[in-house]
Each structure stands twice: as C-alpha cells, then as structure tokens.
C-alpha cells in the first residue's frame, strides 16, 4: 500500500503551482500601486458617489478565485465608470498569511462578505438596490447570498462573466482526485474555496437545489467557448426565468478570450456587461465593440 505522504506533498505542489500561476497573471504591484489613483481620481470605489436617474443602481464587482478587489478589475471598473456608474468592489475570502490571492476561504463564508458590503454600499449610496457583476467564482457565490442570506431583495441584477454555476471539472482532472488518497481531504482543509467549486461539491448540490434562480433577481451570463478553466463551459449556463445566457462567440467570432481574459481585458465582453446593466439602452455586442 503506498503512504499518503507523497501525495500530500504533490497536492501541497499543486497548490504552489496554482499560486504560482496566479501570480504570473495578476498584475505587478506597480500596477496595483497605480491603480490606487485610478480609484481615487476616476470614481471606482467612491462612497459619496450617488447613482444618476440614467443609472440609479450601484455597481459591485465581484473578483475571482485567486483575485482580488483591485487586479481583477483594472479593465471593467474603468469601463463602467467612465459610461457614468457608481462602482464598487470588495475583497472577500481571505485566508491567513496570504495576501493578495483572495477567494480561498468558503464560499457560504464570502457570500456573508458580500452581504455586508452591498449594505454598506446601498447605505452609502442611499441606493435601495444594487447590481452585482462577478468573475468566475464572483459570479457563481453571490447566488447563495441571493438565495439563502436576503440578497435578492437588494439586487436587481447578477451578471456573471463565466460563472462556475456548476462547478467544474478542470477538463476532468477533478475526476482524477478520488485516485488520491487524502488529496480532497487536503484541498478542502487548506483551500476550502477550492474545494466547493468543484462540480458536485456539497456547497453547489444546495446552491443548485430546487433550481438555480430566485424570483425577482435578472441573471446574465457571459461564457467562451475557450475557457480552459471551468469545464464544461456550457456548465456555467443557468436555467430559470429572467435568464439570458450568451456564448462570446456568439457576439464576436473572432473573440478568443479563455477564462481570465474574458472577465479582465475583454472589452467585447465589457459592451455586454453594460447592456446586462441597462437593457432599455442596450446596442448590439460585435466585434467593433472592442473600440465603443
């Protein structure tokens, strides 16, 4: 029988790995250091913003698995500001020792996260409902916060720039774990985040029981065929009434965004979080859209 010590320690490598990977995606920390006047001198994170009759609700962005309030949102924050939106954006959770890399801790947890700041935001804003925009991991946690934890009477709407509504399979290695012994044990002590993404997980067998949407909330979301990350793609699709689910492609042929473009440099995708946003004034999403 072999031990369980080298498996641990492959998972233990598998974890730097990721971290590792993340890292070289995330934005340096002069970029990060910049973007503290982006911030400051464009209107993202304002809190004496006060949403216009044009777009009377606050926006809240919501990062991914390994992001964080400010790198995820370098592109899309900017975008929406400057189209006249109050935006706002939240770290949430954070594990012990590691900064920066957020979305880690469990997600019933982070949805708590959310909940408190969309109250501070609304109290702020004197909004009495927001829109939620999230990437990956933020567009598939704020369901539970709609769901289970009051927040679908203070949303209008959740965009969702490929969500992980179902989990993923992370082309199937996920399905390789079982042959490890301890390797899920570990990654659900160390990660937990992690561990509820994963399709199947007992954190999406409830999110997803008894359907996937709760009424009176608008859900959109914005998936690529070449998302590399959480797979299947059509898995990020939802089911229900006030849904619009849209394959990138779709909009743009020539769009070749995988995971982490579509969500932070897209700006095909960015034209349809906006129309998502405001559908009364929405235009067609195309590939021209990369100038609007």
């Known amino acids: 029988m072999l031990s369980r010590t080298p498996w641990k320690q492959a998972v233990r490598a598998l974890s730097v790995l990721l971290l590792t990977a993340a890292a070289t995606l995330a934005p340096t920390a002069a970029a990060s250091a910049q973007s503290t006047a982006v911030t400051t001198t464009r209107g993202w994170n304002d809190f004496s913003c006060k949403p216009s009759a044009a777009h009377p609700r606050p926006v809240v962005l919501v990062h991914g698995t390994f992001g964080n309030s400010v790198d995820n949102w370098l592109g899309l924050a900017p975008y929406l500001v400057d189209r006249?939106?109050?935006?706002?954006?939240?770290?949430?959770?954070?594990?012990?020792?590691?900064?920066?890399?957020?979305?880690?801790?469990?997600?019933?947890?982070?949805?708590?996260?959310?909940?408190?700041?969309?109250?501070?935001?609304?109290?702020?804003?004197?909004?009495?409902?927001?829109?939620?925009?999230?990437?990956?991991?933020?567009?598939?946690?704020?369901?539970?916060?709609?769901?289970?934890?009051?927040?679908?009477?203070?949303?209008?709407?959740?965009?969702?720039?490929?969500?992980?509504?179902?989990?993923?399979?992370?082309?199937?290695?996920?399905?390789?774990?079982?042959y490890f012994p301890g390797a899920k044990d570990l990654i659900s002590s160390a990660t937990p985040g992690l561990a509820d993404q994963i399709a199947g997980s007992p954190f999406l067998t409830r999110l997803n029981e008894g359907g996937d949407t709760v009424p009176g909330v608008r859900y959109h979301v914005i998936a690529t065929r070449y998302d590399e990350v959480v797979t299947p793609y059509r898995s990020q699709f939802l089911t229900g009434p006030n849904v619009t689910n849209v394959l990138i492609q779709d909009k743009c042929a020539l769009d070749l965004s995988e995971h982490v473009a579509i969500g932070t440099v897209d700006r095909v995708a960015f034209h349809e979080v906006a129309n998502a946003l405001d559908p009364a004034r929405a235009t067609p999403t195309t590939c021209l859209s990369v100038v609007g």
């Not at 996260?113 to 935001?121: A, E, M, N, P």
């Open 84 to 178: 006249g939106y109050c935006v706002f954006s939240l770290d949430y959770g954070q594990l012990p020792g590691v900064p920066l890399f957020n979305g880690l801790g469990p997600l019933s947890a982070s949805a708590g996260q959310l909940k408190t700041y969309v109250d501070r935001v609304l109290a702020a804003t004197g909004a009495p409902e927001a829109d939620l925009v999230g990437h990956s991991q933020g567009g598939m946690m704020p369901r539970w916060y709609l769901k289970f934890l009051g927040g679908a009477e203070k949303v209008n709407a959740l965009v969702g720039i490929a969500p992980d509504n179902h989990g993923t399979t992370l082309l199937g290695l996920t399905g390789l774990l079982p």
